[in-house]
């Protein structure tokens, strides 16, 4: 009888070791039909768990890995036609910081090896500027994630 306890527990023992180790393939084989056999049982039963659970979090995070590598290949794309196309692009998020100014944004408002990316456009432009590029109060309180607009600006001549 002590052989029947004995086994099962230095098996169970192991299998904790070889669990903590990363081997959640690992199984109990001991044959018993009473609550050694249930805690054996409810082990292999964890450990075929933890083992599913592991195999269904690295395909979530190879396919967010994938995911992640599309992203940056169409950011790139959209940052390679912002910065080629003659007309100057300038998004503002929600708090009135910055968030896009491409190459000729900064030609137009002559802001050359200016970083004011994730600055406030109040602090950025003149206040001239203000009223035409602050936001549409009507848009912003339908909680629309982004408002596309396009305004057209008269910029002071400089002599």
Do not use: W
């Amino acid at each position: 009888m002590a052989r029947g306890i004995t086994v099962p527990i230095q098996q169970l023992a192991e299998g904790t070791r070889r669990i903590a180790e990363g081997d959640l393939t690992f199984r109990i084989g001991v044959r018993a039909t009473d609550e050694i056999a249930l805690l054996v049982d409810s082990f292999n039963t964890m450990t075929k768990e933890l083992n599913e659970s592991r195999i269904g979090i690295q395909q979530v995070n190879q396919n967010l890995k994938q995911t992640n590598i599309k992203l940056d290949r169409k950011r790139n794309y959209i940052e390679t036609i912002l910065d080629n196309i003659g007309a100057g692009v300038i998004s503002i998020n929600k708090k009135g910081q910055i968030t896009t100014f491409n190459k000729a944004a900064e030609n137009i408002f002559q802001k050359k090896d200016q970083n004011i990316f994730g600055s406030n456009f109040k602090d950025a432009f003149e206040y001239s500027y203000h009223d035409q590029l602050k936001f549409n109060s009507k848009n912003e309180s339908q909680n629309q994630n982004s408002i596309e607009e396009q305004i057209d600006l008269r910029l002071k001549a400089k002599y």
